[in-house]
């Protein structure tokens, strides 16, 4: 929690200084298989991002994809172990969505390799 709340202070202060960031269209973001949600839930074209995740399953590998609309994989990220009172994090360079179209949105998935055992 103490990450967001500095990244959210850092945030307030740029506003402060700059202003409003420059209108532009953004990618909207969606939570697919075995996500709760994301967050922020849009980013801008080109910038850096780190988003945070719930996983909806409790498991001991899976890897973490993040797709444009038309299916192409901008991240892939192996995950050790995962559970739902643990949130994930991924950080998605600024290559990775600088060619893509304003009307795109991230999709991100979360796919189980070995299942947990209770």
């Known amino acids: 929690m103490s990450e967001e709340a500095e990244n959210c202070a850092a ?3 740029s506003y402060v200084k700059n202003g409003p960031a420059p ?8 939570a697919a298989d075995n996500l709760s949600y994301v967050v922020p839930n849009a980013c801008r ?3 850096p991002t780190r ?5 909806k399953v409790l498991c001991r590998r899976a890897e973490l994809l993040v797709k444009n609309g038309d299916g ?6 192996k995950l050790q172990y995962v559970k739902p009172a643990e949130m994930i994090t991924a ?10 179209p304003d009307t795109a949105e991230l999709r991100f998935e979360l796919r ?5 055992k209770a």
């Not at 209108?23 to 969606?30: N, V």
């Not at 988003?51 to 996983?55: D, N």
């Not at 950080?91 to 893509?100: F, I, M, Q």
């Open 51 to 55: 988003f945070y995740m719930r996983p």
């Open 112 to 116: 189980p390799e070995e299942e947990a």
């Open 91 to 100: 950080d998605l360079p600024a290559e990775s969505t600088a060619d893509c």
């Open 45 to 47: 074209r080109g910038v």
């Open 72 to 77: 192409t994989v901008l991240l892939r990220k």
């Open 23 to 30: 209108t532009e269209k953004q990618l909207s973001t969606s």
């Open 11 to 13: 945030n307030a202060v």
